[in-house]
């Protein structure tokens, strides 16, 4: 190759690889880079905007999510494209699988449950861990304890989403995976993501946003967690109680991406898995279970509530 042609190429790659990103990282800081309590600006807030409307959509019967026709929530992203849908609400939550070429990304949104009996349940005092699945999550390390009932909940929608996944991304060339959920879909999406990263190429971005997730598994998780997804948001609603369950005390540890909505038009992005020294972040806004309230969990977030009767 002459001289000329080796310049122009250089040049063409240092702007490709150096001021796109630039710009891109401006605009959205990956999560793991937040250092320290740190306020969001408006256009992040804005910004989130289709993700809550994609978890919310997760709570709508399959009948009018295929077709991307469940009212509000749907018509808030226009030209998602769903390819699988399933579950039935019940033993298995709702979810659906996508193409989104507005990002050229495939997503993949899990619904929640009724708030009410969820804590009930995830303050239990004997809450049972178990390692992950060696076949779905090969080479996982034994000291890894995830909640017993939410692995054993993504392990049986695990092969068909990942089948799915698979031939959207080869069908479209998609370069990102966007996990999304609320709830009990949010710790279904917190798995999905290190499911996904175990077992798609590394060059595909896994990319996960959720809210008012519990806590999935131990310090050992989150750790593993950490280190392989980079970009993961977990929102938090002024005072939920979810995201405070199940207790530290039983074993438990969130993972890094913290952002608390204080007030409408106020979040932050807070440092570290389980913030317990800044007063804007979740742990000393809800210290315990009766400082909370359990219809912060639905919403609003930035205007956007999430649930069963929100799917209109
Ligand atoms: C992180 O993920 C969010 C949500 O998918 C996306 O909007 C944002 O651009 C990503 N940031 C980076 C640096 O990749
Ligand atoms: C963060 O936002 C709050 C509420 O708008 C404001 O009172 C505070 O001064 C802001 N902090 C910084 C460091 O900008
Ligand atoms: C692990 O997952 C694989 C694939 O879905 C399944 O065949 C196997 O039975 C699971 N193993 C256990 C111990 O649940």
Redesign the pocket.
Known sequence: MGIWTQAILLSTLSFGALAAPFIETLAHLPRAQVSTVTNMTATQLSDLAPYTEFARAAYCSPSIVQGWACGEACQAVPGFQVSLTGGDGNDIQYYYVGYWPDQNAVVVAHQGTDPTQFVSDLTDATIPMENL????FPGVDSSVMVHSGFANEH?QT??AILAEVKSLISANNAETVILIGHSLGGALSELECMFMALNLPSSIAIQGVTYGTPRVGNPAWASLFDSKIGNFSRINNEKDIVPIVPGRFLGFSHVQGEVHIVAPDYAVECPGDDDATDSQCTIMTVPNIADGDILNHLGPYQGIYIGSIYCT
């Open positions: 699945n060696s076949t779905l392990a695990a092969p």
